[in-house]
């Protein structure tokens, strides 16, 4: 439970971190817009319209969506039925913003059906709704009788309900205590008193008093001294669990309405309603409507003058440039942002945030300027240089009487930031040799322009880099942020603080110590001078030029460069194309070349031609007989055959069909070609022997 | 009993339905809060989020009955984590569960903050994302702090260094900076799939803003990442932000004006930043899938089991983005296909035709063997795209050589003449007298 709580607290914290170290600003015009964005128009139950309503009616929004005609419909329909409990409560709720047309019987028989029941109900629940609609019709039909005959019987069983430490049971069969029900609770009898025919027993409105206090000693607080009270619920098993903003609008609505009934005081610490109020301005402009609803409900109900009223003192800046001679200004207002009595605010000391002993202003009264509704210091005094402070304030009443009228808290610490414009001067950047430090190249620089020096040094040199700052005010500034930066040209960097003795700071590089850490890169350093500061009007970062230095061969031992960030725009990205280089064709003679070789090779073939027909052939061999003379030429033919098969075999077909081809006429060849052959050696051999 | 089995019967397809870009509805997320104070203080986020379809569950994170997967099944496909200071969540989950969360595909958003507890920052480290070691420390920037009367010390600064890409921060420049207000991290340099989404300037460092500098900041300068986004190679996206407040209502309403900038913008660019990023963290834009790779020889269109060297081919693959409600077809013109064999021996940039085809033909190299087509889309913020198709390559066949080569006729007009003579010579040696 104390981790929920304590995280919620730093949860608060963040998110309104804003205003955390400053008093929440009042209700503004932000609040408003956000209501007409959250709040608009059609709202699917009764209750979200009466919070609605009831939001615009507090803000006193001019320009709110119209939605009483269909809206007033469903208060009549509410009222007229036996709808539940729940729905009759917020239509008459409904009914008290709207003022719609009710006859006075519906509300009589409304009221006579519930005055039936209210004994019957069990629940804290249940008799809260009944209770509160009683209350509600007896306002907006007040010649309606609605008074309670056993008000001390209604008042008992729910003060029955109420426990040791000042929360409530939900119902007397359920143990579990609740500080959300103890609003509930409140509210209720609140509602039972003012319905009572007769007196309530005071006594018992006094023990319902100090109930009231006890619960306020179980308000939960954030922070160390920032002054803000909630009010928690513990972890309930069953029911819903109520976030603190609805239990503590619960309490605040159950205290103010039980305030608002009894006439005797209710002693509520003001220190602890204002804290509620911060508690509620806190949460700045919620997201949901029901947060919003509670909390501008809250808000205005704190502000009804049943409980002391919270005065918010609150500053529209809390940054004060001296080089604009800004004014200080305060403005103390209500919750909602309405003016506060006549007052005066008092600063009661300031300090330094370093020197917490020693105040710069002590005791001075802030002019009131009434066209404006500002609290003004017009002039600082001269003695508040820049830098952090502490402003003390306090709020005085000028009626003294009224003070139990109003929480004004007590004194409130302001931080206030006072910014100026530092002076930057004498800016020097050398190379010295080593030990004798006698200067061999020194350069000035002017800060505040954009001239760069460039340097050269060696391992055995130093560097030695200076300047001061002054405050406006002549004395020494020491500002948060002094970095010296030396970027080598693989962008990796070392970072220097540049420490100060007074005005003046200085830093010497000395390389020699420094090569390991340099990783033994020799090459060209950026400089880079970063001074800033939260109240240094002209924070800067500058390029101071570059130096060429000359480092020795990194040792084998030495540390390697850490790998360095890769600019993620360069891993992404088309790659470069890539085309593939085709084997490049054999190189030929021009086709003519070759035209004119075919012709020269086929030469010898026709001088074969000629020489044989010089010769004299004839073809008297030729067979005379018919038998021969056939296989003569089949024999020439199948020749021709084999030879126009080579041809074939270049034109078209492919070795396969050759051979085979081939194999068939060789087979043909070979028989027709022994049967001439033989005839013609037969022929010849009877020529010889004739 | 009966009744329980049917409930349960009836309950398995809504359990089992797990995050694909192709189902619209039923997109759950899981949001575990400190306090249910943030569900109200950052509702126009949250709000964002749910009228884009998203259904949001809320849990507090030390809530002993969250969990993210039940019967093996995830039951949520993004889980954003607005709890900086959760110290152990509540249920089964802890780091190791949502770290298996994002292994399984899905996307996560964790917002950290000045007292980021150990286990928020173990989750970061797990992701890449190194949170500024000291505890105290928050990111000041004293040149570019937005201006406020009330903020003094210079830790609500207004950024106005985003990544450069469209697909992640969308198509609209973000003309107003970005405020932050929260600790600041710095990304490990071997880590590829971490990307810095917004940037601090150069002036910046991160330190305790109570105490005086006094040795050089860790984190310095514009390597001080402010917002950033991871992309798992199972294409998970996760958010992680130094800041909760950035996400706040308060910070998307305020006004924001840069030190040292004349320009008073009404409205900061958080609202439009993260509402752009949360688009891209959960699918909603750059998420790419490929359809329909094919290939053919030019004037063909049935796709060959095997190509010849020096063949012409046409390739085409049908890219689509997701435009969080259907498939659009992506446009681009740096899409490239390898034809690939050991390394790439054609690299080409394909053409589209803007609905989403993406072609492009060259001629197969001469060199033979199993060739692969490779289209490797690897593009900052779209889902990476891995397409590889084996085919191979053969030589040419005895028969498709080049049959009459004119230079050869001397030799074939030789071979031919000799075989005519010996026809002739043949005739005239039988027969003569």
């Given amino acids: ?690 | 009993m009966a009744k329980l089995i049917f409930v349960f019967l009836t309950l398995i397809p809504i359990l089992c339905n797990s995050f694909t870009p192709e189902k619209t509805s039923d997109r759950r997320i899981l949001v575990l809060l400190d306090d249910f104070a943030v569900k109200s203080s950052h509702s126009l986020f949250f709000k964002s989020l749910q009228s884009r379809g998203f259904d949001l569950d809320f849990k507090l994170a030390d809530d002993p009955k969250i969990a993210l997967q039940r019967y093996g099944q995830y039951l949520y496909d993004a889980l954003v984590l607005f709890s900086p200071t959760i110290e152990r969540f509540g249920g089964s989950i802890d780091a190791a569960a949502i770290l298996d969360f994002v292994d399984s595909g899905h996307d996560l958003i964790v917002a950290a903050d000045n007292n980021a507890s150990d286990l928020i920052r173990e989750i970061a480290t797990e992701c890449g994302v190194d949170f500024d070691e000291d505890t105290s420390a928050v990111v000041v920037d004293h040149s570019g702090y937005a201006v406020s009367a009330t903020e003094g010390d210079h830790t609500l600064i207004a950024s106005d260094d985003f990544i450069k890409s469209d697909v992640i921060l969308g198509s609209k420049k973000i003309e107003a900076p970005v405020l932050f207000q929260g600790i600041g991290h710095s990304l490990n340099p071997s880590n590829s799939l971490v990307l810095k989404v917004l940037s601090a300037s150069p002036t910046a460092f991160s330190a305790n803003p109570k105490s005086k500098l006094t040795s050089p900041p860790s984190l310095l300068g514009s390597s001080i990442s402010l917002v950033s986004v991871i992309q798992a190679r199972n294409n998970a996206r996760i958010l992680i932000s130094g800041s909760l407040s950035v996400f706040s209502n308060r910070f998307f309403n305020s006004g924001v004006q840069k030190a040292g900038s004349p320009t008073k913008h009404d409205k900061s660019g958080n609202e439009q930043f993260f509402t752009e990023l949360s688009k891209w963290v959960l699918h909603e834009r750059g998420h790419l899938k490929a359809v329909n790779v094919q290939h053919h020889k030019v004037g063909e269109t049935n796709e060959p089991s095997i190509y010849r060297i020096n063949d012409d081919l046409e390739y085409s693959v049908e890219i689509y983005e997701w435009s969080g409600k259907s498939w659009e077809p992506y446009v681009a013109d740096d899409v490239q296909v390898q034809f690939y064999m050991m390394s790439p021996y054609v690299l080409k940039t394909l053409s589209n035709d803007k609905k989403g085809r993406f072609f492009t033909s060259f001629k197969v190299p001469d060199v033979y063997g199993v060739f692969q087509f490779k289209v490797e889309y690897d593009r900052l913020g779209y889902t990476s795209l891995s397409l590889s198709k084996q085919i191979p390559v053969r030589p040419f066949r005895h028969n498709e050589y080049e049959r009459f080569i004119p230079a050869a006729y001397p030799y074939y007009g030789a071979a031919f003449s000799m075989m005519a003579g010996f026809f002739v010579f043949s005739a005239v040696h039988l027969y003569n007298k």
């Avoid at chain 1, 269909?70 to 409904?94: I, M, P, R, W």
């Avoid at chain 1, 300027?369 to 005094?381: A, E, I, K, M």
């Avoid at chain 1, 500058?542 to 790998?563: F, I, S, T």
Wanted: hydrophobic residues 45%; charged residues 20%.
């Fill in chain 1, 1 to 690: 439970m104390a981790t929920i709580l304590a995280k919620f607290l730093l949860l608060l914290f963040t998110i309104s971190i804003c205003n955390a170290v400053t008093i929440p600003t009042p209700i503004s015009d932000s609040h408003r817009s956000a209501a007409l964005q959250l709040f608009h128009g059609s709202s699917s139950s009764l209750e979200e319209t009466y919070e609605a309503l009831r939001v615009f009616e507090i803000l006193a929004l001019e320009n709110k969506p119209d939605v009483s005609a269909a809206t007033c419909q469903n208060v009549v329909e509410n009222l007229g039925s036996s709808s539940s409990l729940k729905d009759l409560f917020y239509a008459l709720k409904v009914n008290g913003i709207l003022k719609c047309k009710v006859d006075r019987a519906v509300f009589q028989g409304t009221a006579s059906r519930l005055k039936a029941t209210v004994n019957d109900a069990s629940t804290l629940v249940d008799i809260y709704y009944t209770i509160g609609s009683l209350v509600l019709i007896k306002d907006q039909a007040p010649n309606v009788d609605m008074l309670l005959a056993d008000a001390d019987g209604t008042f008992h069983s729910i003060k029955a309900l109420s426990q040791s430490d000042g929360r409530w049971r939900y119902s007397s069969d359920n143990p579990e205590s609740s500080t959300y029900a103890a609003g509930l609770a409140l509210e209720a009898l609140a509602g039972v008193i003012s319905l009572a025919s007769s007196e309530i027993d005071q006594s018992r409105v006094n023990t319902v008093k100090s109930d009231i206090l006890k619960l306020f000693d179980s308000i939960q607080k954030y922070g160390t001294d920032d002054g803000t009270f909630y009010f928690d619920e513990k972890f309930g098993g069953g029911r819903e669990h109520q976030g603190s903003l609805s239990t503590t609008s619960s309490v605040v609505r159950g205290v103010t309405s039980f305030a608002a009934v009894t006439s005797g005081k209710i002693d509520l610490p003001g220190d602890k309603v204002l804290g509620l109020a911060k508690f509620f301005l806190g949460i700045g402009v919620p997201g949901s409507a029901k947060d919003f609803f509670n909390q501008v409900e809250s808000l205005a109900l704190l502000e009804s003058k049943r409980v002391p009223i919270p005065l918010v003192l609150s500053l529209p800046a809390t940054v004060y440039s001296l080089s604009k001679k800004d004014q200080l200004k305060v403005t103390v207002n209500t919750v909602l942002g309405s003016a506060a009595p006549p007052l005066t605010v008092k600063l009661v000391r300031a300090f330094h945030t370093d020197a917490k002993g020693s105040a710069v202003i002590e005791g001075k009264e802030l002019q009131y300027d009434q066209s404006r509704g500002l609290h003004v210091l017009s002039v600082f005094p001269d003695n508040v240089d820049v830098g952090t402070y502490v402003f003390v304030f306090e709020i005085v009443l000028h009626d003294s009487g009224s003070e139990n009228d109003y929480a004004i808290g007590g004194q409130i610490h302001v931080p206030i930031y006072v910014t100026g414009i530092v002076k930057v001067s004498n800016a020097e950047i050398a190379v010295l040799d080593s030990d004798l430090g006698s200067d061999e190249t020194q350069k000035t620089l002017d800060l505040a322009g954009t001239d760069v020096v460039s340097l050269s040094a060696n391992h055995l040199q130093k560097s030695r880099f200076s300047f001061q700052l002054t405050t406006p005010h002549g004395r020494a500034f020491k500002p948060r942020q002094v970095l010296l930066k030396l970027r080598h040209e693989t962008k990796y960097e070392h970072i220097f603080v540049v420490r100060n003795t007074g005005k003046k700071f200085e830093i010497i590089l000395d390389f020699l110590g420094l090569v390991d850490k340099f990783y033994y890169l020799s090459g060209r350093y950026d400089f880079e001078l970063t001074v800033g500061d939260a109240v240094m009007e002209n924070s800067f970062l500058r390029p101071l030029g570059h130096l060429e230095l000359d480092l020795p061969e990194a040792p084998e031992k030495a540390a390697r460069l850490p790998p360095l960030p890769v600019d993620p725009y360069s891993r992404y990205g088309p790659k470069a194309e890539i085309g593939h280089l085709f084997r490049a064709p054999e190189k030929r003679p021009p086709q003519n070349v070759s035209l004119a070789f075919l012709i020269l090779t086929l030469l010898p073939f026709i001088g074969f031609l000629v020489g044989l027909l010089r010769l004299g052939v004839n073809f008297k061999n030729f067979p005379s007989s018919a038998v021969p003379a056939t296989y003569a030429i089949l024999f020439q033919l199948g020749v021709a055959a084999v030879l126009l098969l080579y041809v074939l075999f270049w034109l078209k077909l492919d070795l396969f069909t050759t051979l085979k081809a081939l194999g068939f006429l060789g087979a043909f060849l070979l028989f027709v070609g022994h049967r001439i052959l033989s005839h013609l050696a037969s022929t010849s051999a009877k020529l010889k022997s004739a």
